[in-house]
């Protein structure tokens, strides 16, 4: 538990199972609201690597949760 708190990665997507609650909850919201307050904020402060540089080097894919790659 305190190895996903310290990544601020919800257990219901790093295959945990909760210990006081009988479900695991909807986890397509889950990854949604994860995408929205922690992974697209982290991006967007690695993106400010390329207004440093003067130019991209630093690119991500768009976050879909049935991305066949």
Do not use: C
Request: proline share 6%.
């Amino acid at each position: 538990a305190d190895l996903m708190d310290a990544h601020r990665v919800p257990f219901q997507l790093m295959g945990g199972k909760p210990e006081n609650i009988g479900s695991m909850g909807d986890v397509e919201k889950v990854a949604k609201v994860f995408v929205r307050n922690e992974l697209s904020p982290l991006q967007d402060r690695f993106r400010e690597v390329n207004d440093w540089l003067g130019m991209e080097v630093i690119r991500f894919k768009e976050y879909t949760l049935d991305n066949p790659e």
